[in-house]
Nanobody
Framework: VQLQASGGGLVTAGDSLRLSCAASGRTSSSYVMGWFRQAPGKEREFVAGISISWNGWRGGNTNYADSVKGRFTISSDNAKNTVYLQVNSLKAEDTAVYYC??????????????????WGQGTLVTVSS
């Protein structure tokens, strides 16, 4: 499985971005796609995740970090094997490298980094105040 993240950039506080993560290769019928981020000098942290199911059952479950609830929205386009993270009302503290990851955990969306099996290369989001 390969994950390709894109959509990062330099923005001003209050702006919005849409990050994308395209998955390729062989995946299971049910899995989870998640976004993590790592700010300079900090550990990588969970941002959001969504469960994916090809038959629709148990798919669409989401989980968000408290710090992004109400500002970030995760969604998926199963036909394109792509997950999106809409990030609104960006703050300087949202500056980080954003990574997408895939977990074979089924319908439960884990917030623990160790539960994810595959990782993308990351896309940098820089928010100027």
């Amino acid at each position: 499985v390969q994950l390709q993240a894109s959509g990062g950039g330099l923005v001003t506080a209050g702006d919005s971005l849409r990050l994308s993560c395209a998955a390729s290769g062989r995946t299971s019928s049910s899995y989870v796609m998640g976004w993590f981020r790592q700010a300079p000098g900090k550990e990588r942290e969970f941002v959001a995740g969504i469960s994916i199911s090809w038959n629709g059952w148990r798919g669409g479950n989401t989980n968000y970090a408290d710090s992004v609830k109400g500002r970030f929205t995760i969604s998926s386009d199963n036909a394109k094997n792509t997950v999106y993270l809409q990030v609104n009302s960006l703050k300087a503290e949202d500056t980080a490298v954003y990574y997408c990851a895939l977990s074979l955990s089924g319908s439960i969306v884990p917030a623990i980094e160790g539960r994810y099996n595959y990782w993308g290369q990351g896309t940098l989001v820089t928010v100027s105040s």
